[in-house]
């Protein structure tokens, strides 16, 4: 897996989505949560992530933008080192659930918890 995040790893489906919500697992490290369920492209690609952020907690479109570029930005940086291993595939949304603007940081390392949290999850 590289460091980019090309269109074609970005979950936009809006089937697959909902197929998402109703049949899939999720983990939280507050602020995130992860929903995940395993599936079938037809690209060879590992996984195909969706960022969302409530619009009842941020009311502002330029937070919600802010914090879904924080999000993907993270996720672009740190999905090497915990998908590269993995050789079923995913769909995943991730979703910021917190009431408080994170900094990068703060997503950081919330999002690391998160993925060890997934990681152990699907060793089980």
Aim: proline fraction near 2%.
């Amino acid at each position: 897996m590289t460091g980019s995040y090309p269109k074609k790893e970005k979950l936009k489906s809006k089937k697959r989505i909902d197929q998402l919500f109703t049949e899939g697992q999720s983990v939280s490290a507050f602020p995130l949560r992860l929903v995940y369920l395993q599936t079938r492209f037809e690209d060879k690609i590992v996984a195909k992530t969706g960022v969302s952020v409530s619009k009842r907690n941020f009311k502002t479109a330029v937070d919600r933008n802010r914090i879904k570029r924080l999000l993907r930005e993270v996720y672009r940086l740190n999905k090497a080192d915990f998908f590269n291993n993995i050789t079923t595939q995913y769909a995943f949304m991730i979703l910021y659930i917190g009431k408080d603007k994170p900094t990068f940081t703060q997503v950081e390392t919330t999002m690391k918890r998160l993925f060890e949290k997934f990681l152990d999850t699907v060793s089980e």
